[in-house]
Antibody, heavy 122, light 110 residues
Framework: EVQLLESGGGLVQPGGSLRLSCAGS????????MNWVRQAPGKGLEWVSS????????YYADSVKGRFTISRDNPTNTLYLQMNSLRAEDTAVYYC???????????????WGQGTLVTVSS | QTVVTQEPSFSVSPGGTVTLTCGLS?????????PSWYQQTPGQAPRTLIY???TRSSGVPDRFSGSILGNKAALTITGAQADDECDYYC??????????FGGGTKVTVL
């Protein structure tokens, strides 16, 4: 059974940094592209970033480009999201999602974690 | 700015059929956009229903189906049940590597 467990969320001041982690199990981690999707309180889903199975290709939404960095450590089956220069509008539940194939292209999110809440406030 | 459009809300009678759509502001949706559909109840993580246009995710009943209808992707729910009442989101894969979610459709069963 695929399991994705996010951690690292919390309260941070505007301008601060936070690193989210997502531990994957129940599948061959390196064989799947991964992504982060967020949902602000009372709002819809927003794609944030994707990374290929090898880690060689990364993509970002314009709203986070230059501030967030996605990475992965395949030997430990862990996905990361380094978030810098955080703003109030980054407040959301952040979901880790496994895509349906090894590449980002021509695939889509297929399995989801339960999410971790990030609150940016002074 | 690419906008993915969904109906804000839809009502369906118990046992009835409803078709939700997922469109693009600037193009026709085809299978090359790999449309996928997700179901979300309040306070819960999304659940994948359909990916790659019409592939049903494991454990999803066959009364949920995906297709391309005209210039949009579509999710059809047949034999609607009370617990189908929740939010539904589509996502499209853009050739540039990014994905874009629609704004979601709130389905009411009454």
């Amino acid at each position: 059974e695929v399991q994705l467990l996010e951690s690292g969320g919390g309260l941070v001041q505007p301008g601060g940094s936070l690193r989210l982690s997502c531990a994957g199990s129940g599948f061959t981690f390196s064989n799947y592209a991964m992504n982060w999707v967020r949902q602000a309180p009372g709002k819809g889903l927003e794609w944030v970033s994707s990374i290929s199975g090898t880690g060689g290709s990364t993509y970002y939404a314009d709203s986070v480009k230059g501030r967030f960095t996605i990475s992965r450590d395949n030997p430990t089956n862990t996905l990361y999201l380094q978030m810098n220069s955080l703003r109030a509008e980054d407040t959301a539940v952040y979901y880790c999602a496994k895509r349906s194939g090894i590449t980002v292209s021509n695939t889509s999110p297929a399995d989801w974690g339960q999410g971790t809440l990030v609150t940016v406030s002074s | 700015q690419t906008v993915v459009t969904q109906e804000p809300s839809f009502s369906v009678s118990p046992g009835g059929t409803v078709t939700l759509t997922c469109g693009l502001s600037s193009d026709s949706v085809s299978s090359s956009y790999y449309p996928s559909w997700y179901q979300q109840t309040p306070g819960q993580a999304p659940r994948t229903l359909i990916y790659n246009t019409n592939t049903r995710s494991s454990g999803v009943p066959d009364r949920f189906s995906g297709s391309i209808l005209g210039n949009k992707a579509a999710l059809t729910i047949t034999g609607a049940q009370a617990d189908d009442e929740c939010d539904y989101y589509c996502v499209l894969y853009m050739r540039s590597g990014i994905s874009v979610f629609g704004g979601g459709t709130k389905v009411t069963v009454l």
